[in-house]
């Protein structure tokens, strides 16, 4: 009689349960990295809404009135860059009870706030 070729059931198993193990372990990893990632733009969201709030801060000192956008900030050479956050979504600022907020929703829809400190 001829041997059939093939592997055994234990040798399947074996490899089935080596590639979970493995499989398992690049998902914690690609997790903990998607994750990492999204702390980084949050933290680069609150070092650009420093810049951003001092740039209302000088606009409203030099020139006597806050600014009514973002825009105004880039125009007049107060701010550099693209205007976008690090979700590539734009800036925003909104007035609120006379105080300007720094605006910019992330790739889910969620709106992140930093309150700037310059006052009407």
Known sequence: MKKRGGFSVV???VA????????????QTATAYFAKMEQ???SEFKADAVS???GVF???FF????????RDLMEQGYL???????????????????????VAADDKGKRHVYAAQAER
């Open 11 to 13: 040798e399947l198993l």
């Open 80 to 102: 550099v860059g693209d205007g976008l956050s690090p979700w590539g979504t734009p800036y925003e600022l909104v007035e609120s009870s006379g105080t300007w907020k720094v």
């Open 58 to 60: 000088y606009y409203a």
């Open 63 to 70: 020139e006597g009135e806050p600014p009514s956008s973002y």
């Open 40 to 42: 980084n733009k949050i």
């Open 16 to 27: 089935v349960t080596v590639i979970s193990i493995l499989a398992v372990g690049v998902r």
């Open 52 to 54: 951003i709030s001092q």
